[in-house]
């Protein structure tokens, strides 16, 4: 019995020893409340989820230092925290256009011209470089002048003296006759007409410049383009949106001038009195000390009386305090004939001291240069050849001569 008693101490002994090492175990991992996830704390849980503690400490030398992020990511919203507002940035500047110089943009845009007046040109140079030019041949040289608006006093004078000229010398040789063609309708074209625009200030003011015409022949475009030639000379310009009657005009208007620097004076409302539209610009520019004011008027029908009459106004308004220097007719160029009748009926009522030719590169009826000089006694000063914002050219008569017959 002895040595039985000893064999249960010692395994009762071991049941304890045991039993302990087994609760020791269960306690270490189980730790607080029993979560057996309690070493996995040590882990970074994931980014952005509520209680994280972010940590923003410089990363030490031997972190691995991740690439920047772009602005505005993501990842940066979730790290950085609640930002304060962006300061409000300032509209950009809006972009201020430099047109090149208008000197010589007339011979730069020869060919176009050249295009646009072959039939006349090249018509007559291959009737007058016939072997023989019988009556007839010169009854079609006539219809060919006439056809293109040369007007029948200004083509009986060319054709007469190119008959003198044949007939004395004797020849059809093409480059002579060219150049007899050309020396006369350099004559008929009058290259000594003062060309010049009015548009540097005379004493204290500055000059004023009236843009008159019908509908439709490209009027404010032909004022915004005006405005870049003169920009490009160097001069300070005020434009004044006259056109108060077409709701766009007055916008067209100064979206040309925002384009080279140029303010443009106009009325809040629509319908509102053109003349003391005017008015304010002129003043406005005697006050700025700008070079010239361009004044932009409605389009208006010359046979319209009241129309013409309410034209007669602004001119008076607007030389009550200052003088009118300039006075610009634009005419559409395909008009022909009636473009001419046009013309005399405004001369009467503004006194027009210049024309403007638009659309010239779209026909091949140059002789209206000639017809509207002779009836008028005004030169042709401005000629449109082209949609481009400096497809207006300063006219210069031996350039479109050469141009015609090239």
Known sequence: ?????????????????????????????????????????EAPSAPGLPGEDLDRRPPAATDTVAPPKAP???AEVETAGPQAPPAPTEPAAPTIERPESARGRLARLRARLAR???????????????????????????????????GVEATTELVDS?????????????????????????????????RRIASSRVGDRPAVVLVVGVNGTGKTTTVGKLARVLVAEDREVLLGAADTFRAAAADQLETWGARVGVVTVRSDKDGADP??????????GIEEEVDVVIIDTAGRLHNKVDLMNELGKVKRVIEKQSPIDEVLLV?????????????KVFAQAVDVTGIVL??????????????VQRQLGVPVKLVGLGEGPDDLAPFDAEAFVDAIIA
């Open 1 to 41: 019995m002895g040595g039985v008693e000893n064999v249960w101490i010692y395994v009762i002994i071991g049941v304890v020893i045991l039993a302990g090492a087994i609760a020791y175990g269960v306690n270490l991992t189980r730790g607080r409340g029993g979560d057996t996830r309690t070493l996995d704390r």
């Open 275 to 284: 003349a003391a539209v005017a008015f304010d610009a002129v003043k406005a």
């Open 162 to 194: 190119l008959r003198l000229r044949v007939k004395v010398d004797g020849t059809t040789d093409e480059a002579t006759v060219r150049e007899w063609l050309r020396e006369d309708l350099l004559k008929l074209v009058q290259p000594d007409m003062d």
């Open 358 to 371: 638009t659309k010239l590169d779209g026909t091949a009826k140059g002789g209206i240069v000639v017809a």
């Open 116 to 150: 646009s007046n072959s039939a006349l040109g090249k018509g007559l140079l291959a009737l007058l470089s016939r072997g023989k030019l019988d009556e007839e041949a010169w009854e079609e040289v006539e219809d060919t002048l006439i056809a293109s608006d040369l």
């Open 331 to 343: 005419l559409d160029a395909t008009t022909g004939q009636n473009g001419l009748q046009q013309a």
């Open 72 to 74: 505005g990511t993501a």
